[in-house]
């Protein structure tokens, strides 16, 4: 499964770079994905909405079995 969540953040990482930011991948475990903002998404008001709305939804709709996404 990492290798599948892996391939979709590859997929997100182009918008995020173009604001200044990126997102490395931590952990998969049990459903639960653990990534680490950094660059402007790191201390960025909006990156929890980026998060859940951004990061979240697109590997929800591309590997059902995600139930959240975690940042740490």
Known sequence: M???V????EKIR????ADGGDVELI???NGIVKVRLQGACAGCPMS???LKNGIE???KQQIP????????
């Open 57 to 59: 939804r697109v590997l």
């Open 48 to 50: 929890q909405m980026t």
């Open 27 to 29: 952990s998969v475990d």
């Open 65 to 72: 079995e995600i139930k959240s996404v975690e940042s740490v």
């Open 14 to 17: 182009p918008m995020l770079k």
């Open 2 to 4: 990492k290798e599948k």
């Open 6 to 9: 892996e391939a979709a953040i």
